[in-house]
T-cell receptor
Framework: KAGVTQTPRYLIKTRGQQVTLSCSPI?????VSWYQQTPGQGLQFLFE???????NKGNFPGRFSGRQFSNSRSEMNVSTLELGDSALYLC????????????????FGQGTRLTVV | EDKVVQSPLSLVVHEGDTVTLNCSYE??????LLWYKQEKKAPTFLFML????IEKKSGRLSSILDKKELFSILNITATQTGDSAIYLC??????????FGKGTKLTVNP
């Protein structure tokens, strides 16, 4: 069974540009969450999608957006990049991610390392 | 707002030592607490805890949850250099959002 796949693995962008990151969850998983990780900050929650709907959102500016497709694949977009957006972006998928008593672990992808110069 | 606090943030030990990592949380309608190990990029799952007082164990690692006091500990006995990693604690509440703490960076020296 294939794991969570994130593309691209590495990305270098210039300030002011925009970027789109992709995450393909484990087959059958319907929940995809995105996290930003910078040194000393742990995993900061960006947003979570479930069945093509944004179910939860973290405290990030509107420059960060995302979407989920009918096959559960998710994309994250960051517009007007700033130097501070340089980070490792991780996505995690889980199944089914809903319903009392249905506790499941989340599986992480290898991440996309974004560098803004 | 859901909150997870891990301590210490950094820890350096010698091989063979025993370490205890702490995780306290505030979350609405607690569902589960999860521990992960992150060595390179992708965090890997260690334990999921949902009930108080029941110890989860895997080799030299063990973890327990106290839902009354809102905390969990992760113990590693007889540490090895391969245990060097960032250990992440995450909590899932009623919103289904999985929120993590800043992590504990463990360094095990030979």
């Amino acid at each position: 069974k294939a794991g969570v796949t994130q593309t691209p693995r590495y990305l270098i962008k210039t300030r002011g540009q925009q970027v789109t990151l992709s995450c393909s969850p484990i087959s059958g998983h319907r929940s995809v969450s995105w996290y930003q990780q910078t040194p000393g900050q742990g995993l900061q929650f960006l947003f979570e999608y479930f069945s093509e709907t944004q179910r939860n959102k973290g405290n990030f500016p509107g420059r960060f957006s995302g979407r989920q497709f009918s096959n559960s694949r998710s994309e994250m977009n960051v517009s007007t990049l700033e130097l501070g957006d340089s980070a490792l972006y991780l996505c995690a998928s889980s199944w089914p991610g809903t319903g009392a008593g249905l506790n499941t672990e989340a599986f992480f992808g290898q991440g996309t390392r974004l560098t803004v110069v | 707002e859901d909150k997870v606090v891990q301590s210490p943030l950094s820890l350096v030990v010698h091989e063979g030592d025993t370490v205890t990592l702490n995780c306290s949380y505030e979350v609405t309608n607690f569902r589960s607490l999860l521990w992960y190990k992150q060595e390179k990029k992708a965090p890997t799952f260690l334990f999921m805890l949902t009930s108080s007082g029941i110890e989860k164990k895997s080799g030299r690692l063990s973890s327990i949850l106290d839902k009354k006091e809102l905390f969990s500990i992760l113990n590693i006995t007889a540490t090895q250099t391969g245990d060097s990693a960032i250990y992440l604690c995450g909590v899932r509440g009623g919103s289904e959002k999985l929120v993590f703490g800043k992590g504990t960076k463990l360094t095990v020296n030979p």
